[in-house]
């Protein structure tokens, strides 16, 4: 029997999770014995960060039709739901939860012949003669290939902060359960805090404040689904001023219905934030990007309603401004916020950080030492890693390395348009092509 080849997939959230079922079953189907390694710092195999949630009302951003783990089998996911006794639509936005246990289930069925050993450890650094993964408790793994499916990088703290009253991050496990009683102030306006604040507000008598630079929601999705618009961009070399004048022809002719031709753009975007400019997609980050973040990546009509309700009732306070300092003492916080002009002290009980995941490599951790290293460099603008279109990484001199790939939020430099499940099962699907391809 020929040795298995071994390729150590270091995330086990929904980025290293899919590329594991794509590269079992692309093995399958190409008969190359295959071992995968799967490492979860937290040991949430499948779920990571976005679906270990166990709140029922935390639901998909997404309809249901959208979100099959597998690139080959667009109904998998639906089909999934109605064999474990959910009659489930393609247009249903479904719990979170049931998605990680998706995801596991999933992984579980591409093993077959195959082999996956879900470890729990941190990946502190790479080497490359020979290729070999290095653990935190001082281990090592061997590898024919290595794909780093490192996630979101964790949220900057906005602002010097420390102590038992401030959630540096809100899906770390456990950490919305330490919240107790009293008022609470989120930092961040967007889908993470819609999140909190419903969980939070369960709460009685409890005020949940949000405050963030724009103080924009997220739109919610509407129903039944618009149509997709067609956008017409013209060829060549792409200018914001022409991109945003042809999407404001594209929605006066769909009668304002921007929806359509936000998802008409969809498929589009990484092609277009390619023929952008740097200084032009530089612009975007800065002036547009919270913009189309907002209509973009919408909330399921229940909790629109749901994020109505509280702000009707004031148990949800939105706020434009930002926080300048926190000083924390036995019984809470109080807190400076500079709002639309004004500077006031709020006192609340909680702080929760929601501003997002941060897009840059983390000063310290495995991609750092691999930057340092010089076994990889960072994308375009500085946004998480470079690499080619097969997803290898390219290192310090720009070169790909065959046996080293990238996929999801780490190619948000590169992509843009990189952190949804469509996006992400694409690459998967990628870069398990390849690298089988290579093992045959």
């Known amino acids: 029997m020929s040795r298995s080849h071994v390729i150590v997939v270091v995330g086990g959230g929904a980025s290293g999770t899919l590329a594991a079922v794509h590269l079992l079953y692309r093995a399958g189907e190409h008969g190359v014995p295959l071992h995968v390694v799967l490492i979860d710092r937290d040991g949430r195999h499948g779920l990571g960060q976005a679906y270990s949630t166990t709140d029922p009302h935390h639901l998909l951003n997404s309809r249901a039709e959208r979100m099959s783990a597998l690139e080959h089998d667009p109904h998998h996911f639906v089909r999934w739901t109605r064999s474990r006794g959910l009659n489930a639509a393609g247009a249903d936005f479904l719990p979170r939860h049931m998605y990680g246990r998706y995801l596991r289930e999933t992984l579980d069925d591409a093993e077959n012949a195959h082999r996956v050993t879900r470890l729990r450890g941190d990946a502190v650094a790479l080497t490359r003669s020979p290729l070999r993964v290095h653990l935190s408790d001082g281990g090592a793994l061997d590898a024919d290939a290595v794909v780093l499916a490192t996630g979101n990088p964790a949220a900057a703290t906005p602002i010097p902060i420390t102590g038992e009253r401030y959630i540096a991050d809100p899906w770390a496990a456990g950490a919305l359960a330490r919240v107790g009683c009293g008022d609470v102030l989120i930092i961040g306006t967007g889908l993470t805090m819609v999140d909190v604040a419903v969980t939070l507000t369960r709460t009685a008598a409890r005020t949940v404040y949000a405050i963030s630079r724009h103080g924009l929601l997220p739109q919610a999705h509407s129903q039944p689904t618009p149509p997709c618009a067609p956008v017409l961009i013209p060829d060549g070399p792409l200018r914001l001023r022409s991109l945003l004048s042809a999407v404001r022809v594209a929605t006066h002719q769909s009668g304002g219905d921007w929806r359509g031709v936000i998802d008409g753009l969809r498929p589009r975007v ?49 706020l434009r401004g930002h926080v300048d300092r926190a000083t924390p003492d036995s019984a809470g916080l109080t807190v400076r916020v500079s709002t639309d002009g004004t500077t006031h002290d709020l006192r609340v009980a909680w702080l929760v950080n929601a501003t997002g995941p941060a897009f840059t490599v983390p000063g310290e951790g495995m991609l750092a030492r691999l930057l340092a290293d010089g076994l990889v460099r960072p994308g375009p603008l500085g946004l998480g890693l470079d690499a080619d279109a097969c997803g290898r990484v390219l290192d310090a001199a720009g070169r790909p390395d065959d046996r080293i790939v990238t996929l999801g939020p780490t190619l948000r430099g590169k992509l843009y348009e990189t952190t949804a499940i469509p996006e992400i099962r694409a690459q998967a699907a990628t870069l398990a092509s390849y690298l089988i391809s290579r093992e045959r």
């Open 270 to 318: 990484q092609e277009l934030w390619a023929r952008l400019p740097i200084d032009e997609r530089r612009r975007f980050l800065t002036v547009l990007a919270r913009y189309w973040e907002v209509h973009r990546h919408r909330i399921p009509p229940e909790t629109a309603s749901r994020v109505d309700g509280l702000i009707a009732a004031g148990r949800l306070r939105v």
